[in-house]
Every structure is written in C-alpha cells, then in structure tokens.
C-alpha cells in the first residue's frame, strides 16, 4: 500500500474567492469498493491535506459555488486531477498566436495544442487501464451579447487515444457550433482521461482549454460606395463590433480606390486602442468627422478601417472600406449686361 | 453601405480626437497607433473563407448524447439533504439513516442555498448527526457495529457518515442500507 498526501496544486486556484463555499472531492477505491470523501475549504488560499490515499490512485475534484437564479447558489467545478502509483504524467497546453495567459485566440485562426506524456507503463504486472490514455474534445458556447457562458456544451466525436509516452502537436481550427463561424464565440477544451480502476468511469489527469473569439466586423455609414460628394464629407460615421481583446482599430484615408496594402493618413477621431487588461471583445461606435483636412484636391478617396491583433503577425487588417468621389462645385456669381 | 446610425448612438459617440487615456495602458487617438505599422496585409476572414479551410481538416462532428463520456459527475455521485431552504450534499452512500419524519428532506439534485456540511450540520443539529466510521468500514471490508448504528438510529435524526468530520461514503456492505 502507497500512501500519498496531496498538498493540493488545484486548491491554490482558490485565492481571492472569497464568500465561496469551497470543497475537495476525492474518490478512491479502497479494498476494491469505490469511496467518495469530501473535504471542506475554510480558506481562500493555502494547501488543504487529503486523506491518506490507500490505494494505488485517487481522483480529486474541486468545487465551488457560484450564485444562481433566486437566491439558489449552483456548484462548479473547478478542476480535477487523477493522481496515482502507476499514472503517466500528462501535460497539456494549449497555443495561440495571441501570447495571452489564459489561453485565447479569434475564431478564424487555429490554435495549437501541445501534449506530452511521461512515465506511461508498460510492466506486464501494471493493470491495463493505467496503460493508455484518451483525449476528448469538448465545447462550451458563450453569449454573443455579454461574452459569458450561456450554458450550451457538449462534446465533440473526437477522441484520441495514447498508449506510448512522447509528445504530441496539433494545429487544430475551432468548430464551435454555430451559424456563423467567424462569429463563434465559447471555448474550446482537451481533456485527457484515464481510469483510477478497472471501471468505466473515466478520471481526469489533465485539461486544457482556450477561449475563442468573434472576428471583428465594421460598419461605415454616412458614405456610400461611389458616392459623389461636392465639400468634403462631414457625416461620415464607423460602428466596429468584436474588437478582439487588447487590439487597436483605427480608420485611414488615402487618395486614390482601393488597394490592400496602401497606407494612408489616420483619422484621429477613429483611432482607439484597448488595454492589455480587457478581457473580452468590444464594440465600438465612432465618429469619421469633418474630411476637409484630408482631402486638399478633388478626386477618389478611399476610407479603411483596420484592426491591429496578435494575429497576422501584428499586421493591419482590413474591416471594411468605402471610396468615395470628390468634385468640389464652383460657385460664379456674375453679371451680364449692354452698354450703349 | 448601411445608412445614418440612429441619432442616439451619434450622441453618444466620443466628440473629441485628442487623446484620451484609457485604464491599463489603451487610449483614444492617433498616438496609441504605432508610427512604424506595416502596410495592411489582409483582409479579414469571411465565414466562406473559414468554412472552405475546414474541409481541408478531419473532423467527426459532434458526439451523440448518448456517447458522453463516463465520469467522476457530481449529481450521480452525491445525495442532497434540504431543509428550510438551504441545501447540503454528502456522498452517496453517506446517508446510513433517514427516520421516516424526515425523508422528505433527501432530494435527488441541488436546489436552495447551498452550505458545506460542517456549516449545515451545525445550523440543523436537530436534522442531522454525524456518525464516525473508519476509512475499512466505508470500503465495506468491516463492518458497522450493529449495536452502536442502533443507538445513533434511536436518536431520530439523519446520521450522516463521516471520517475525521467530513461525509464519506459507505458500502453498503457494512451499512447494511442502500445509498439514499
């Protein structure tokens, strides 16, 4: 018999949840019947000491609680971790183009997610269920609105299973079950699994999850495509939605239609960067304002509007774009008259 | 090209270009844009775009239902105990007695206000008792002294196993009960 004391990595995650009531669960077979044992956290931070584990591997689980509809509270669960004698060693990660901590990217670009597994057995005397383990894809959608959990998840078919140690990449685009998939918005997780016991009952030893974002997408008003103007525009108006987190958007003009790659003259009033401490996507409405400044002769002018991410090596992207015609009216006043 | 925003969301759009700083490093105007950007090098990706780079990937959709994974889940491995409007959970099998008075007290999910055990055995001394056992006991390899679970049985409340304080589980080859 082994016995483990679990200093509990997952009961650090509860610093600063105050008011929460918090507690470990943790399921072990013992003389071959499964026993479940609950252990309470006074603490918002520390370590919590399981029970002595008795037998070759335990499952903890943490929960906490969350509020829910009148003044019922609801229970979540946090993390959980399969710990054990002859378990592998799993680390799961998932990578993004946005270096970001946790995890994020937007919904068109794929993200990597980097497996490595260590001290897999292969003793004959070792049970055959601690020999593999399964990885599983899941889904949780967020509200379009708020950016939070509405609660739609599932799972995906998906299920990889590994029976050697080493360590395994895959570039992996999300598919989130949406109408739009450019709009998608939830995240994305892997969870790799293995059993504590001869059972079906499937244990987690490690999980990894990113956040998927909705492409921005603009809207130029007050300018119309094509649109001859006799003054420079004055009305011109952007509404910009799903700015990723953290990016700068801002409107440029140039003279000339439109060509992918011109850089233009910045309007002021349109240029906007968000902090790196903005958690979710934004929206934003903005005004293009007076154009005379930037359009000293007449002709075609183009408007962009472009975003600057993470993605795409930080270079602009395009959001949307307008080019409109100049052609100032000449005003003569005159007079025609005979002498004789 | 969409017409006029409503009147509203003009006014309430920022009316300055000067720079206005945000919280945590962002701002309003033109010197929050790097002077040294490169050329915009794409246009942002269409749901066409995105669907067409996805048929180029292996993909099995979503799992039926009924294929979800067998895990260690909260509801199927607990009894609830609610009274008064708050709520407790124990492990299944923790529940060892339910005087009939009482039973309408175990309920199959969470509904109410939620309170660890110790906090709710403590706020309900007259619902619910805790019951020592050892960690062989909960595994069912020894037995419950008949005698003992008797006594406590006389008590008329609901004897919650636990070990060192907190509720565990019991086989029921030791408690001689089916799990609640």
Known sequence: MKNFVFTAAIALLLAARGGCADFIRQIQTVNGATVIYDIPIA???????????????????????????????????????ATGTYMPT????????????????????????????????????????????RMNRSYALYDAVSYQPNGTAGEYADAFSFYQNGSYQSAVTQRLPVASPTKAVGEESFTVYTRTSSGAIQSQLAKATIKVWPVATAEISGIEQDQLFTSAPKNGTLMVKDI???????????KGAEVLGTIGTILPSTAVAYSDTVEVPQNQALVIGDLESFVSTDGDYTIEMLTITPFNNGAPERLAHVTFKLKRAIAVRAMMGTME | MKSTLPLLTILLLPLTASAQQRPGGGGHGEEFIPKNRPAPAAVVTTDAELLAARKTQKFGGLAPKDQKQQTWELDANS??????????????????????????????????????WNEFSTRYRGLVTPFEVTVEQASGAKPIEEERLAVARRSGLILIAVFNGNPISVHSNASGTSAP
């Open chain 1, 244 to 254: 990723y987190p953290g990016a700068k958007i801002y409107a440029q003009i140039y």
């Open chain 1, 90 to 133: 799993v680390t799961l990660q998932a990578t993004s183009e946005d270096p970001h901590v946790p995890a994020r990217t937007r919904a068109d670009r794929p993200y990597g997610m980097n497996l490595k597994v260590e001290g897999m057995q292969t003793d004959p005397a070792v049970p055959d269920y601690v020999k593999s383990v």
């Open chain 2, 79 to 116: 009894s609830y105990i609610k009274y008064d409007g708050s709520v407790t959970l124990v492990p299944k099998g923790a529940i060892l007695f339910v005087p009939d008075r009482f039973k309408d007290t175990v309920v199959t999910g969470m509904s109410g206000k939620f309170s660890l």
């Open chain 1, 43 to 81: 603490n918002d931070s520390g370590t919590v000491n399981s029970q002595p584990i008795t037998s070759a591997t335990a499952t903890f689980q943490l929960y906490t609680t969350v509020p829910g509809a009148n003044n019922t509270t609801k229970l979540v669960k946090l993390d959980e971790k």
